[in-house]
C-alpha cells in the first residue's frame, strides 16, 4: 500500500536526525544538512565516471548510511545491490528510503573488517566516507581488495592538508628525515578527540596520503573525477602482504 506524504514525512521524522538527503516521494530527510543537499552535490560531481548502466551488475555499498548511493546504482539498473552498515540506525533509514522507492535493495549489518564473510566478489564496491571513520583504515582497504572486489572500487575519503604530491623514491636512508617535513609527503592526521564535533573521526589523509594507501592495498587509479573521489581498479598483491600477518619476508 502506498504511503502517503504525511505518512512518508512522519516516519522520516521518527527514522531521524538523517545524515543523507534523501527525496522520498517529496520529502526531504535532511533538508537542513550543513553541507547542502548531501550527497547529492557531491554525486553530481562525479557520477559521470561511474557507467550510467549497470544491468547485470553486483554493487556492494560498504558504509551505505541512510542509503543514497545504493539507490542510485539500482536506478542505473545494478541486478544487485547489497548496502552494508554497523549502524541500526542507518540501516533503518536505507530500507525505508528503499521501500518509498520500490527499489529491490538488500542491506545488512556488517562491518567493513568482516568483509570477508560475504564470501563474493562483487563488480563494483563503493566505499565512501568511511576510511577516516577507521581506527583501522589500512587493514579495511587490504580487506575490501582481497575479499571483495572484483573490479571496480570508487572510494572517497574527507581529506585535510597540503594537495601537493611528493615523488617518493622506493627507500631512504635511515638519516633521511627532511622528507618527511614536507607538505607532499603522505601523511595521516590522528583525531585523538573530535573533529566537527564527531568522536568517529580517527585518520584523515592528505591527498598524498590517499593515493599511497590506494596503490598499497592492491589498487590502479583510474581517474580522479572530484578532489576526493577515485575510481580504482583492483590489480596486483598488496604491498606487504597485506592484511596478513604476520607479513612474510620477501623471498
Not at 506524504?5 to 521524522?13: H, L
Not at 551505505?64 to 539498473?77: A, D, T, V
Not at 627507500?171 to 564527531?198: C, N, Q, V
Not at 592528505?206 to 572530484?226: K, Y
Request: negative net charge; glycine residues 8%; hydrophobic residues 40%.
Amino acid at each position: 500500500m502506498k504511503m502517503s506524504t504525511k505518512e512518508i514525512a512522519e516516519r522520516v521524522q521518527a527514522l531521524g536526525p538523517w545524515f543523507h538527503n534523501l527525496e522520498l516521494s517529496g520529502v526531504m530527510t535532511a533538508p537542513d544538512h550543513f553541507l547542502g543537499d548531501y550527497p547529492r552535490v557531491k554525486w553530481q560531481r562525479f557520477a559521470d565516471a561511474i557507467p550510467a548502466d549497470l544491468t547485470g551488475k553486483s554493487v556492494l555499498d560498504i558504509g551505505c548510511n541512510g542509503g543514497f548511493y545504493s539507490l542510485e546504482m539500482k536506478r542505473r539498473g545494478a541486478q544487485r545491490v547489497l548496502g552494508v552498515d554497523f549502524d541500526d540506525g542507518y540501516l533503518d533509514q536505507a530500507r525505508f528510503a528503499a521501500e518509498v522507492a520500490g527499489l529491490d535493495i538488500e542491506f545488512a549489518k556488517l562491518s567493513v573488517y568482516d568483509v570477508a564473510s560475504l564470501k563474493e566478489r562483487f563488480d563494483l564496491v563503493l566505499f565512501m566516507g568511511v576510511l577516516y571513520h577507521l581506527r583501522h583504515p589500512l587493514l579495511a582497504l587490504d580487506l575490501i581488495r582481497e575479499h571483495v572486489v572484483g573490479d571496480l572500487m570508487v572510494f572517497q575519503s574527507m581529506q585535510r592538508g597540503s594537495e601537493q604530491i611528493d615523488e617518493v623514491a622506493e627507500d631512504h636512508r635511515f638519516w633521511d628525515t627532511e622528507l618527511f617535513d614536507s607538505p607532499g609527503f603522505p601523511k595521516m592526521h590522528f583525531i585523538e578527540h573530535r573533529y566537527a564535533e564527531d568522536p568517529t573521526n580517527w585518520w584523515v589523509p592528505n591527498r598524498a596520503c590517499v593515493e599511497a594507501m590506494l596503490r598499497s592495498s592492491g589498487f590502479d587509479i583510474l581517474s580522479h573525477p572530484e578532489d576526493e573521489v577515485y575510481v580504482c581498479r583492483a590489480a596486483g598483491r598488496p604491498a606487504g602482504e597485506g592484511a596478513v600477518y604476520p607479513a612474510r619476508g620477501a623471498a
